[in-house]
């Protein structure tokens, strides 16, 4: 019998590409970007050296697949906290508690990717994804803003813009102290208190 099937060319994987980029992260989280070296990456990821160069490509090139891969999951999840149907303060509250509880995660580093390793990098890319993903988080509690002040939660002449900038500033603030060893319990109180001063009437 005749087969007609082709052979793919060349050997397959024998690695998880996902779960190898997810070891990586660990990787930069244990020694920092300068303190990594291609020998670490090698052993961390379960990857031979030349399939690591073939695949992924140098230091460089895996950090920055790290750091995107890391600000979508994180940033879908922190999405799902804010717009999720509920009141502004809900909102408000829980896109906070998620920086907290993200920050504090059960079997990973304290503190955040972006906010604790990533800013240390100096690389101009580096620089300036974070600055778009900053930019875009910030853009993302204005909209709902501006949602809240459609649906009547907020009066009109409410400080988006500004106030946006302060809910951003605290999810990161929180992060920081959660790196700091600072208990969960406390960050969550925190949070929670936070939010009502965010939504504070604007002083006339």
Known sequence: ?????????????????????????????????????????????????????????????????????????????????????????????????????SATEKGSARGCLLICVAPLVDDPEVRQFLQSAAAGGTALVEGRFRDAIRAGEIPSDFPVGARAIQVTDLARGLTMRAQLNVPRKTLLKDAEEAADLVLLPRRV
Do not use: C, H
Not at 19 to 47: N, P, R
Not at 57 to 81: H, P
Not at 87 to 93: A, E, G, N, Q, V
């Open 1 to 101: 019998m005749i087969q007609n099937a082709t052979r793919p060319r060349g050997r397959p994987r024998s690695f998880d590409e996902t779960g190898a980029l997810e070891k990586a992260t660990q990787v930069f989280w244990s020694k920092g970007y300068d303190g990594v070296t291609i020998d670490d990456l090698v052993a961390g990821m379960g990857v031979g050296r030349p399939s690591l160069y073939a695949v992924f490509g140098d230091k460089r090139a895996i950090f920055l697949r790290v750091l995107k891969a890391y600000a979508e999951r994180k940033g879908a999840s922190a999405t799902k906290a804010l717009l999720s149907p509920q009141s502004l303060r809900d909102s408000i509250t829980g896109f906070l508690r998620y920086a907290v509880e």
